[in-house]
Every structure is written in structure tokens, then in C-alpha cells.
């Protein structure tokens, strides 16, 4: 079992920046992609980011190209999501996940799952 805790939600400002964490216990993450969604109210849960379990490959929603940034530190167990430039549209509670294998952008692929972190972006 993996248990994935996300932090480092909270309001900023379009524009701004914001670095969400995914600490992973349980199982070292280093044999799992990993991958962050988000969903906003009322909308269904959405594809952000992923990131192969090497950290080699990452791929990206074409809403969040160029903006976002996707990584991992293994020895620390932890995954990220570096925001930058938020846009009141990236408003939502976002969620890191793990899965065997490679990358997905689905999220019903995923095992493994965390309790979310709400963002919300203000203009």
C-alpha cells in the first residue's frame, strides 16, 4: 500500500506561483509513476501531469504546458507540482496518484490516491 499526503494548497494570486507536494509512504514511490489531477466544482476529475517513475518522462494537459512544471525526488518519497503562473481557470482540488507501470493520463489507471489540496487562483 502506498499513503499519499498532499500539501502546499491554498489562494495566490494569477500571476503568481505555488509548489504542491506530495509526500508517499508506505512504499517507495521510485517503482511507481506518478502522476497529479485536479477537479474543479462541479467538473469532472482531469488529467494535470505525469511523470515516468525514473523521472525521465513527464508529460502535461495542453491547458497547463509552459505553466506547470512536473517533478519527483525519489530519496525524499515526495512528488510536485511547480505552478506558475496560475490563471483563476486552475482553481480546483488537486490530487497526486501512483501506478505500476508507465504513465497514464487517465485517472481510473491509477491505484493509489490522496486526499487533495484545494487551489484557488484569484485575479
Known amino acids: 500500500q502506498v499513503q499519499l499526503v498532499e500539501s502546499g494548497g491554498g489562494l495566490v494570486q494569477a500571476g503568481g506561483s505555488l509548489r504542491l507536494s506530495c509526500a508517499a509512504s508506505g512504499r517507495t514511490i521510485s517503482n511507481y509513476a506518478m502522476g497529479w489531477f485536479r477537479q474543479a466544482s462541479g467538473k469532472e476529475r482531469e488529467f494535470v501531469a505525469s511523470i515516468s517513475f525514473g523521472g525521465g518522462y513527464t508529460y502535461y494537459a495542453d491547458s497547463v504546458k509552459g505553466r506547470f512544471t512536473i517533478f519527483r525526488d525519489n530519496a525524499l518519497n515526495t512528488l510536485y507540482l511547480q505552478m506558475n503562473s496560475p490563471k483563476t481557470e486552475d482553481t480546483a482540488v488537486y490530487y497526486c496518484?501512483?501506478?505500476?507501470?508507465?504513465?497514464?493520463?487517465?485517472?481510473?489507471?491509477?491505484?493509489?490516491w490522496g486526499q487533495g489540496t484545494q487551489v484557488t487562483a484569484s485575479s
Open positions: 496518484a501512483a501506478r505500476a507501470g508507465g504513465t497514464s493520463n487517465s485517472p481510473g489507471s491509477y491505484t493509489y
